[in-house]
RNA sequence: CGGGGUAUAGCGCAGUCCGGUUAGCGCACCUGCUUUGGGAGCAGGGGGUCGUAAGUUCGAAUCUUACUACCCCGACCA
């Protein structure tokens, strides 16, 4: 069995580190904070952007590419975002290396250095408005509708695979509006893509709303987000679509002569996800025999794995499992026959359990014999026998039951983990012994948030987007409140 | 940046206090035979400048000093 994470209890980090290295994702690199994301989690990985790429793609937008580096100057431009990054940025001073004149290896040339450092991009507003400036002159231009696949740095002082990495591969959205209606229509368009998103395709279940002045993007008006319970009880950020309102068409001076003739400031959006949401997915959904994956996003769908004693039994076994991987491809499903000989059946068992393969098929020589497969689901861990013709039937209902299963079992977790608190001690009880999401009465004030977060070390994830008002008083300070907001402890 | 740890084979560790054979164990790896319906068994084998540098000593993984890297807990953050 897989000790390791029988240490779940102990020690979720240690669980879930253990679980995404096991399982075959990821790795720490010889870089501080970088990880090394490997074939099998970067199928994962590559799933989550073709989906998420035909999604935007249907919106309206579409890819391009700005580059990796940002004079420093640029971020100067807007205060807040300045505020917001300075503190993390990797930055590049000089071009070249030289010899050591003592022969003991090479340091950095003093002689190249450069007249302005280089900011290693940690998001790319900067950049990219200040390429819009020469795109952008009428209404005619707009709305400019842009998404970048990239890499960012982060210089995080603490860092976790796939959460919270120094460097992390991420979409980012750079849209460009006429108007403010509709600059915001598309800040709300994004979001609820990323949570139909989130929500169908990962099967994980997520809260929408508006963030608080403290937890929002530097240099936003709103910043709207989507919040994932894990199954530690903290909350994990899935996914953010900002309305910029016009303060960087304002910074690098993009304006527009609109219909009239009157020359105006654009309005802007920005909006990403980020390898991330491979944490979310992990901690969503894993258990103690490991990864358990969505199907849609499965790299391999469905796993057929031969027992057999000698090659013509394996002949035959064979024939039959390459018919059935044929049959099931041609309804669109992702299927691997793993006929090594150099692993037991039950080596192999164990390890796609470990990888979160949805379905495995077994076929041997009982079943050739009787005309059945035993067919075995990952997510509730069920097995049963069934007739070799009924094959293909099967698992494409079981495929679309395995993906709202995993979904509905997370919603049951959150919904269990979700509690209306209205006392400032039970306020801190339940933070601090169950953990999950609170709705509590918030005064709206930011010293309160603050003092919430100090004591209790709990931030608002969300201010609820469609929820109903609610007269009520203050978890804290007792002063009037008219909706209940979201509490969590977060990664 | 503060507090606490760790550094010995690919991974996980023992040995360090109290210096003394050829530095050991588990997993993994390689070979052979037997196995194959839930992580196989037996036998054999390969792999180490004990983080780096200097010092003490007849002798250093072990003692001293300096340095470096990494991990955990905070503050920061998608």
């Known amino acids: 069995m897989a000790d390791f994470l029988t240490k779940m209890e102990d020690n979720y980090a240690q ?8 399982a075959d994702l990821a790795e720490n690199s010889a870089v501080r904070g970088c990880m090394v994301i490997k074939p099998y989690g970067y199928g994962i990985w590559e799933k989550i952007q073709s989906e998420l790429d035909k999604l935007f793609k249907d919106t309206g937008h579409v890819n391009a590419y700005f580059p990796l580096f940002i004079p ?9 975002h300045v505020e917001g990054f300075a503190k993390e940025c990797a930055v590049v001073t000089h071009y070249r290396l030289r010899n050591r004149p003592d022969g003991r290896g090479i340091e950095v040339d003093p002689d190249a250095k450069l007249e302005e450092e280089l900011i290693i991009r940690p998001t790319s507003e900067t950049i ?11 209404y005619r231009d707009l709305p400019l509708l842009i998404n970048q696949w990239a890499n960012v740095v982060r210089w995080e002082m603490r860092t976790r695979l796939f959460l919270r990495t120094a460097e992390f591969l991420w979409q980012e959205g750079h849209t460009a509006h006429a ?8 800040t709300k368009t994004i979001i609820n893509l990323y949570t ?31 919040e994932a319970l894990m199954q530690d009880g903290k909350s994990l950020q899935a996914g953010t679509s900002h309305f910029l309102g016009q303060n960087f068409a304002k910074a690098f001076d993009v304006q527009f002569t609109d219909k009239s003739g009157k020359l105006e400031y654009v309005w802007s959006t920005s909006w990403g996800v980020s390898t991330r ?4 997915l992990v901690m969503s959904h894993g258990d103690n025999h490991g990864l358990v ?23 035959a076994i064979s024939s039959t499992a390459l018919k059935i991987k044929t049959d099931l491809e041609k309804h669109g499903l992702r299927v691997k026959y793993d006929d090594r000989d150099t692993h037991k059946p039950g080596f192999k068992f164990a390890e796609y359990e470990l990888k979160g393969v949805p379905i495995r098929l077994a076929i041997g020589p009982r079943d050739i014999e009787n005309q059945t497969v035993e067919v075995a689901r990952r997510d509730t861990m069920d097995k049963k026998t069934i007739n070799i013709n009924n094959t293909v039937e099967h698992l494409i209902s079981l495929i679309t039951d395995i993906q709202k299963n995993i979904f509905n079992k997370a919603l049951k977790f959150r919904e269990q983990n979700t509690y209306e608190v209205d006392s400032w001690d039970e306020f801190k009880e339940s933070i601090e012994n169950r953990g999950g999401f609170i709705l509590a009465h918030w005064d709206g004030t930011a010293e309160t948030e603050e003092k919430i977060k100090n004591e209790t070390r709990a931030s608002i994830r969300i201010i609820p987007l469609d929820s109903q008002a609610q007269k009520g008083k203050c978890v804290y300070s007792g002063k009037a409140s008219q909706k209940r907001v979201v509490f969590a402890r977060a990664y």
């Not at 408005?129 to 952008?136: A, G, P």
């Open 277 to 280: 949401l491979m944490g979310a």
């Open 128 to 138: 990219i408005w200040n390429t819009y400036r020469n795109w952008i002159q009428s």
């Open 15 to 22: 669980w879930y580190n253990d679980l995404v290295i096991k």
């Open 72 to 80: 420093k100057s640029f971020f100067a431009r807007e205060a807040d």
């Open 293 to 315: 994956l969505p199907p849609k996003l499965a790299p391999i769908q469905v796993v057929i794995v031969p027992i057999y004693k000698g090659n013509s039994q394996l002949d």
């Open 179 to 186: 108007s403010k209606e509709e600059a915001i229509e598309e």
């Open 196 to 226: 139909h998103f989130v929500q169908d395709y990962m099967g994980i279940p997520v809260l929408k709303g508006t963030k608080s002045e403290s937890e929002k993007f530097a240099g936003a008006i709103d910043t709207y987000a989507i």
